[in-house]
């Protein structure tokens, strides 16, 4: 458009130098090239609403998660001239008298400031994260630091004995750094020792690492469930009449306009040892009484579940590949003599894979970071990764290790959509 508009005006002028140009005398070229970009600024304008959604909602939101996880203010705000009292420390032996002159100085200050930049609080809440009664030890010293006096070692000791261990002085030297990786070490189950040394967590201790397996292992076993339910459905919808397959879409769609909670809440009642299912089997005798099928509260009842709502995000790009494929390619294969299984899996199968990669990308996806269903129906075994960074985020206030889990899961969803890539390519997927 922008072309015809700048060619409508050229006529058959030249200028002095035999040059086209348009009836107000500009050069052509010139007048293509104002054309051009006035076509790119407004393309630009059109797509700028969706350009700013994805930056404010979704971009900035991860941005922030990212630099949460590393960041770490709180010691280096409240304790500064104990930082610089410890660069020189070895330590092997408690600081000596300087520095805990210097942290009576730091403390006293943040107490007569602490309602308004309240520096005590966020001190003892990041000390406590990494060793376990530093924040009673902050807190209480807090109400008594401005009535110490020299020795303020002695004074320290006194008020609380952590004072007294290497192994919180080692902490704050540590830590008191803008920026940290200590929230990554101890999301893949690992801990600083007496040296600094990074090394791996006692085995009663470890968590996440495991949480991060057993989320792999159910995503992956969910995408399987839901494409052995889900292709025959599709399948069935693509050979029925347009009007008898749209009856039956509707049936797929309607887990869409129930609520989350009312359809997870249903899956309680069936699942539950004494719910519908188990009452059915224990009535025509398939089980006794007494062996009732432990269906709730498990990596099982997690399954089943999230089967459940996850498969109309299987069935519905399956359905749409499965429409575009022409019946009378089976047709020809049969009359080339294949078999109907032989002409299924050459055939028609292979033609299929684009709605399955699509299927299974959504499924996967979705499930490894769901955390409502898991939390409801699946108790300690059934727990997923997401339902730990959820109740660092609410329960424990954690935040830095939740942001360091949900990089960390989002890393790992990044690299196995870049090795899905590299296996099969994302260029084939059809999500409709």
């Known amino acids: 458009m922008a072309m015809a508009d700048a060619t409508e005006q050229v006529g058959s002028e030249t200028d002095s130098r035999g040059r086209l140009v348009t009836s107000d005398g500009t050069p052509l070229r010139r007048a293509l090239e104002r054309a051009n970009r006035r076509r790119k600024f407004t393309a630009f304008l059109l797509v700028a609403p969706l350009l700013a959604f994805i930056v404010i909602f ?6 922030q998660m990212m630099w949460r996880s590393v960041d770490n203010p709180q010691i280096v705000n409240a304790l500064p001239r104990t930082l610089d009292a410890l660069q020189d420390w070895d330590g092997r032996t408690l600081p000596d008298e300087s520095v805990y002159a210097a942290l009576h100085a730091d403390m006293v200050e943040d107490q007569e400031r602490a309602r308004r930049d309240q520096l005590i609080g966020p001190l003892g809440i990041r000390l406590n994260y990494e060793l376990s009664a530093a924040r009673s030890a902050i807190s209480r010293t807090a109400r008594s630091v401005s009535d110490f006096e020299a020795p303020y070692k002695d004074a320290f000791m006194d008020a609380h004995r952590l004072w007294g261990q290497l192994e919180l002085w080692r902490v704050i030297q540590r830590e008191g750094r803008p920026l940290t990786l200590s929230y990554y070490v101890a999301a893949l189950d690992r801990e600083y020792n007496e040296d600094g040394q ?64 009312v359809r997870t809440s249903a899956w309680i ?49 399956l359905y749409s590949v499965m429409k575009t494929i022409p019946p009378s390619y089976m047709r020809a294969a049969k009359s080339l003599g294949a078999t109907p299984s032989t002409a299924f899996r050459r055939v028609y199968f292979p033609q299929t894979l684009p709605g399955i990669g699509a299927g ?20 300690q075994s059934g727990r997923m990764i997401s339902n730990e960074i959820a109740r660092h985020i609410q329960q424990s206030l954690n935040w830095g290790l939740a942001a360091a889990l949900g990089s960390l899961l989002l890393v790992g969803v990044l690299a196995l959509y870049w090795l899905y890539n590299r296996l099969v390519g994302t260029d084939s997927l059809k999500f409709g």
């Open 198 to 261: 990074i090394v791996r967590r006692d085995e009663n201790r470890q968590i996440y690492v495991s949480l991060f397996i057993r989320t792999l292992v159910l995503s992956l076993a969910i995408t399987g469930m839901t494409f052995l339910l889900g292709f025959p459905i599709a399948y069935f919808l693509s050979t029925l009449p347009m009007r008898y397959a749209n009856l039956l879409m509707i049936a797929v769609l309607l887990p869409f306009w129930t609520s989350l909670l």
């Open 360 to 379: 299974g990308v959504l499924v996967f996806i979705i499930s490894i970071g769901y955390y409502i269903t898991p939390a409801l129906v699946g108790g």
């Open 58 to 63: 979704f971009a900035f939101p991860i941005a």
């Open 269 to 317: 009642v069936l699942l539950q040892q004494q719910g519908v299912i188990n009452e059915l089997l224990v009535n025509i005798g398939l089980i006794s009484d007494g062996n009732r099928l432990n269906l709730m509260y498990n990596q099982t009842g997690t399954i089943i579940a999230m089967t459940h709502i996850l498969l109309p995000f299987m069935v519905l790009p």
